[in-house]
């Protein structure tokens, strides 16, 4: 059975920092994009982050550079997001999802993980 885990979400001051954890099982790990995507209430789904299965790191928001890393650890079938210098806007729901390739379309992917909430407050 395919699952994808989201682990770390939590209230932080603004400032401040998170590490999400994406656990996956039933699938082949390796052969499947990453991606980090969020979403706040009312809000449209948005792409954050991507490692492709060759290791390329693709950024679909421009707000999160300097600030946010995706990395994989294949041996342990997890993929993480580091989140430092958190801002109130960063406040959402935060989605794993696995896919083929790298997309900023939500719709790409076959796999999506339950959510952890983060909430950052100022």
């Known amino acids: 059975e395919v699952q994808l885990v989201e682990s770390g979400g939590g209230l932080v001051q603004a400032g401040g920092s998170l590490r999400l954890s994406c656990a996956a099982s039933?699938?082949?790990?390796?052969?499947?994009?990453m991606s980090w995507f969020r979403q706040a209430p009312g809000k449209e789904r948005e792409g954050v982050l991507c490692i492709s299965r060759s290791g390329t790191i693709l950024y679909y928001a421009d707000s999160v550079k300097g600030r946010f890393a995706i990395s994989r650890d294949v041996a342990k079938n997890t993929v993480y997001l580091q989140m430092n210098s958190l801002k109130p806007e960063d406040t959402a729901v935060y989605y794993c999802?696995?896919?083929?390739?790298?997309?900023?379309?939500?719709?790409?992917?076959?796999?999506w993980g339950q959510g952890t909430q983060v909430t950052v407050s100022s």
């Open positions: 999802a696995a896919g083929r390739f790298c997309s900023y379309r939500g719709g790409s992917y076959d796999y």
């Open positions: 039933g699938f082949t790990f390796e052969n499947y994009a």
